[in-house]
C-alpha cells in the first residue's frame, strides 16, 4: 500500500464502525496491559494496508538488526543497543567483537553498588549520610529520570531526589536554599559532557560547595561517555565516574548510568523490576505477531492518524498524576527521534513525519483544553492511559471516579452529542423552545474524535518500564514507516552552535551591529534594559 492508498481508507466515522467485534478485532493485550484502538476510524483494510507497509520497509530486518548491534544509526556510525541495557544477569550477548553483555552487567554493578553505598550511607559527606540528591542534566539526561522519579514517587526510600535541567538559575538556587549541602550529593549527567547548559550549571554548584565543604569533590558524581572531561574539569575520581557506551541515545538511556539517582532513590532492587519490565517489552516486540504486538499496533494507529488522517498532533494524556510529566518525555523521545526531512539514504521524506506531541494528566486536562478538543473544527487524536487500581488502600472511589471520566471522555470524543439531542435535552430540562434552539449549536458535540486507550492494573516500577520501553519500540516502529533514522538529533546542532556564537553579543563585547538587522533590535533593547 502506498500513501495515496492509506489515504484513501479513511472515511467511516468512529460509530459506523462500531459492532459487536470491533472491540476485540481492534485491542489487544499483553499481561495485564490492554492496548485499546476501538474508537479510532482505523478499519482492517487501513491496518493490513499498514502491515503490507511494514513489510515493504523490512521492518522486521531491521528490528532485528537493532536487537543485534547493527549500527543502524548510520548518520553517526552507532549501534542503537538500549535494549540491552535492561537484559537480565546471566544474558551473554556479543556485536561483532564487542561483548555487549560485560559492558552492561558490569556497569550496572557499579552503579548498583554505589547506589546501595549512598543509601547504607558508606559512601558519605563529611557531615554524614547523604540526605539529597541533585541531578544536573537536560534533555535525555534529565527527562527519563525525572518521570521514573515522579512515577514512583511512593517507591523511593531513599535520599530526596532534586532534578536541574535548565541553565536559568532557578531550579539551582532552589536547591541552594533548600538542602543541606553539607549533606547533598551533586550528580553531573551528560553523555557528551559538553553540553553548555550542564556544564555552567555543574560549575555554579562545584564553586558554591568549594565555599560550603572543606572537600567539595565527595559531594561529585559523574555520568558520562566523556570520564575524562569529567576528571580534568571537575575533578571526579574514576571510581565516581559511571560511563556508558556511545550506543546509548540519550533519550534512551534513563535504563543506564543515567539512572544512576533513581537507583539511589529506589534502590537496585525496585530499579531491576523497572529494568525486568522494559526486557519484557523488548521480547513481546521481538517476537509477537504484527497484529498481536502492543507497540506495533501503536505505531500503526500512530502512523494511521498521522499520515492516513491527516491529524497534526497527538495529545497524551494519562489519568494519572504520578505520569504527568510522560507528554514531556515523549516530546523528545518522539520528536526528536522521528521529526526529521529526510530518510536514512539522505532524499526528502514525502509524508508527515512526527506529529506534534502534546498532553498532560487528566482529569486536569478536561478543565483546561478538553473544550478545544471536543468542539473546534479541528480534531486531534487523543491518547489516554489509566491504571485500574488505585495509588494506594482507602482511594478506590476516588480511582472508580478518575476511570469514569476517563472513559465518558473517550465516549464524548467518539459519538458526541448532535443538535437536534441537544436541543430536546434542553427543552426536557424545562427551556423554552425558541431558547433551546438558538443555544443548540453551542451544545452540539460533533463527535467522531478518535482516541485510544492504555490500561494497567497498577503503576509499579516492572509497569513504569514496560510503557517506557512500549513507547521506544512504536517510535521505532513510526521510524521505519516514514523510512527516517530515529536515532541521530543533528536538528538540535545549529541552535547550539549560534547560541555559542551569540554569547558575545549578549555579555557586550561585540557590537549590536554585527549581528543581522532583525537581531540588532533586540539585542540593543536587551542592552538598554
Ligand atoms: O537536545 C539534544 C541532546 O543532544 C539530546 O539528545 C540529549 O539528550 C541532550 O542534548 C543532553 O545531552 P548530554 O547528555 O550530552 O548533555
Known amino acids: 500500500m502506498n500513501w495515496n492508498e492509506l489515504k484513501a481508507t479513511f472515511g467511516p466515522t468512529i460509530a459506523e464502525l462500531q459492532d459487536e467485534d470491533r472491540f476485540l478485532g481492534f485491542s ?3 499481561d495485564d496491559m490492554l492496548f485499546d484502538y476501538s474508537r479510532t476510524q482505523m478499519t482492517d483494510d487501513a491496518r493490513e494496508g499498514l502491515f503490507d507497509m511494514l513489510e515493504e520497509r523490512e521492518f522486521e530486518l531491521i528490528r ?21 541495557l535492561r537484559m537480565p544477569e546471566g544474558t551473554r550477548m556479543m556485536a561483532d567483537d564487542e561483548d555487549i553483555a560485560a559492558t552492561v552487567l558490569d556497569s550496572r554493578a557499579a552503579c548498583y553498588a554505589f547506589a546501595d553505598a549512598v543509601r547504607a550511607g558508606e559512601y558519605a559527606a563529611a557531615a554524614g549520610a547523604f540526605t539529597d540528591v541533585v541531578n544536573i542534566g537536560i534533555g535525555g539526561s534529565d527527562l527519563g529520570p525525572v518521570l521514573v522519579a515522579e512515577a514512583l514517587v511512593a517507591d523511593m526510600d531513599g535520599p530526596r531526589l532534586h532534578f536541574v535541567s535548565n541553565v536559568d538559575g532557578a531550579a539551582l538556587n532552589q536547591v541552594f536554599q533548600t538542602c543541606d549541602l ?12 559538553g553540553t553548555i547548559e550542564t556544564m555552567e550549571t555543574a560549575k555554579m554548584a562545584l564553586a558554591r560547595m568549594q565555599d560550603e565543604v572543606a572537600d567539595a569533590s565527595v559531594h561529585f558524581a559523574a555520568l558520562t561517555t566523556k570520564p575524562d572531561a569529567a576528571a580534568e574539569q571537575f575533578g571526579i575520581p574514576a571510581q565516581r565516574c559511571f560511563g556508558f557506551a556511545d550506543w546509548v541515545g540519550g533519550r534512551f538511556s534513563v535504563w543506564s548510568p543515567i539512572g544512576l539517582p533513581l537507583m539511589i532513590g529506589l534502590g537496585p532492587q525496585k530499579f531491576g523490576e523497572f529494568l525486568a519490565g522494559a526486557h519484557e517489552v ?14 506495533v499496533l501503536m505505531a500503526c494507529v500512530g502512523v494511521w492518524h498521522r499520515n492516513g488522517c491527516g491529524y497534526p498532533t497527538r495529545c497524551v494524556v494519562p489519568y494519572d498524576t504520578r505520569l504527568a510529566t510522560l507528554p514531556q518525555y515523549l516530546q523528545q ?10 530518510t536514512v539514504e539522505g532524499d526528502e521524506v514525502d509524508v508527515a513525519t512526527s506529529p506534534v506531541v502534546w498532553g498532560s494528566a487528566g482529569t486536569n486536562a478536561q478543565h483546561a483544553y478538553f473544550q478545544m478538543l471536543h468542539q473546534s473544527p479541528t480534531p486531534q487524536p487523543l491518547e489516554f492511559m489509566i491504571a485500574a487500581k488505585p495509588v494506594a488502600e482507602g482511594f478506590e472511589h476516588m480511582q472508580k471516579i478518575l476511570i469514569a471520566n476517563c472513559f465518558a471522555q473517550s465516549q464524548a470524543l467518539a459519538y458526541g452529542r448532535s443538535e437536534k439531542e441537544a436541543e430536546d435535552l434542553m427543552i426536557e430540562g424545562g427551556m423554552g423552545p425558541v431558547e433551546a434552539r438558538e443555544l443548540a ?17 497498577e503503576l509499579s516500577p516492572r509497569t513504569l518500564g514496560r510503557i517506557i520501553a512500549l513507547a521506544e519500540a512504536r517510535c521505532f516502529t513510526e521510524g521505519v514507516f516514514w523510512g527516517v533514522n530515529s536515532f541521530d538529533q543533528w536538528g538540535v546542532e545549529l541552535g547550539k552552535v549560534l547560541a555559542t556564537d551569540m554569547l558575545p553579543h549578549v555579555e557586550g563585547r561585540f557590537s549590536p551591529d554585527m549581528v543581522d538587522e532583525a537581531l540588532s533590535g533586540p ?5 538598554g534594559l
Open 523 to 527: 539585542l540593543a533593547h536587551y542592552h
Open 441 to 457: 449549536p453551542h451544545r452540539t458535540f460533533p463527535g467522531n474524535r478518535p482516541s485510544t486507550l492504555l490500561m494497567y492494573r
Open 28 to 30: 489487544a493485550t499483553f
Open 282 to 295: 523488548d521480547e513481546h516486540f521481538r517476537t509477537a505477531p504484527l497484529g498481536q504486538n502492543l507497540p
Open 64 to 84: 532485528e538488526a537493532m536487537y543485534s548491534g547493527e549500527k543502524i544509526n548510520v548518520t553517526e556510525g552507532r549501534r542503537v543497543l538500549h535494549t540491552a
Open 182 to 193: 553539607s549533606r547533598t550529593l551533586f550528580i553531573i549527567a551528560s553523555k557528551s559532557f
Open 333 to 342: 523521545l518522539d520528536m526528536e527521534s522521528n521529526g526529521k526531512r529526510v
